[in-house]
């Protein structure tokens, strides 16, 4: 791109004060927008973050004991309503009647973006749906800095958040997973997890989606002590199995590598079976629980290939 005379050069343009042309104002206008809040280090709440929270007629906040203590950090004082998941319905009317009467109101979490893993999605949803105006100031959020630092391919990647914390729902729900990725999907996995279930939770990512696929796990993001362990699945539940985590974690787990064929799969995977000695209907039911394909699917063309 050619520089025009004009053109201030770029280290005056970021020592500039006030915003760059062209930007939008540091503040928030009327309407709702959502504020991103560190997720740990609180030197990453950004001065737009501040300004936004400062001009606000309203916070909406999931604790306000959290964002009172950040607020007054700054010494900013403003009204906080409660806004998490239990009385997010009851909110929203009041909310949109704050907004139709043209305040101005921020909504943060306790800790990163808003929505992600957390509180909001049903009042923004409300608040287009009434064609309020909504908009955000990013920053901080866990997901994107571990997926940054796993040294995996970055894209495209699939952010999971929580899996299910019960055993069976958990497996269930990585059993999806791998059987997205048998109809093709090749994304980077990303999730949050509990310190104290990520030993088991790691080891359930081994059994459903392969012991050898390459992972990270990232801790204490942006804290003091930050970490960023990377290794296969097994590597990782192992370490975690005998070393307790603490702090709060983030798990991103690498592409699944190109496979051969479903169908190339199914056939090698019943043909195994059947040289085995297995009867027709139990090579279906094993190749069928394995693969997680229909059941009657699998049947048939193991009645064809019994045949042959
Ligand atoms: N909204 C947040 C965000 O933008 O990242 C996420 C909120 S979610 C309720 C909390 C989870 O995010 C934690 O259990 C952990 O998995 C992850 N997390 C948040 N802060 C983190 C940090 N500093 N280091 C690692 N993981 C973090």
Not at 61 to 89: F, K, Q, Y
Not at 102 to 111: K, N, T, W, Y
Not at 271 to 291: F, K, N
Request: charged share 25%; net charge neutral.
């Amino acid at each position: 791109m050619t520089e025009r005379a004009s053109d201030p050069p770029d280290e005056l343009v970021a020592g500039r004060l006030g915003p760059p042309p062209g930007a939008a104002p540091s503040g928030n206008a009327t309407g709702l927008t959502l504020v991103a809040t560190p997720i740990g280090n609180l030197g990453d709440l950004s001065p737009r973050a501040l300004t936004a929270l400062r001009e606000a007629d309203a916070v909406l906040c999931e604790d306000s004991r959290v964002t009172g203590a950040m607020l007054s950090r700054h010494g900013v004082s403003v009204t906080l309503i409660p806004l998490h998941e239990h009385n997010e319905d009851a909110q929203i009317p009041r909310v949109l009647a704050r907004l139709a009467a043209g305040e101005r109101v921020a909504l943060v979490s306790d800790a990163g973006t808003p929505l992600v893993s957390d509180p909001g999605y049903r009042l923004v949803r409300a608040a287009i749906a009434a064609g309020l105006k909504v908009t955000a100031v990013p920053g901080p959020n866990a997901a994107v800095m571990a997926l940054t630092l796993s040294g995996l391919p970055p894209h495209p990647f699939l952010f999971h958040g929580f899996l299910p914390a019960k055993a069976a729902a958990r497996a269930a729900e990585i059993g999806r997973l791998r059987a997205a990725e048998r109809a093709g999907l090749r994304a980077a996995l990303i999730f949050y997890e509990a310190p104290h279930r990520l030993a088991e939770m790691l080891a359930a990512l081994a059994e459903g989606l392969g012991a050898d696929r390459p992972a990270a796990v990232a801790r204490e993001l942006t804290k003091r002590f930050e970490e960023v362990r990377r290794g296969s699945l097994a590597e990782l539940a192992g370490w975690y199995g005998r070393e307790a985590a603490r702090g709060e974690v983030v798990v991103v787990v690498g592409p699944a590598a190109e496979e051969a064929a479903p169908e190339e799969e199914l056939e090698a995977r019943l043909r195994a079976a059947l040289e085995a000695g297995m009867s027709v209907r139990d090579a279906a039911a094993t190749v069928a629980e394995a693969t997680g394909l229909p059941r009657k699917q699998v049947y048939a063309r193991a009645l064809e290939m019994g045949k042959g």
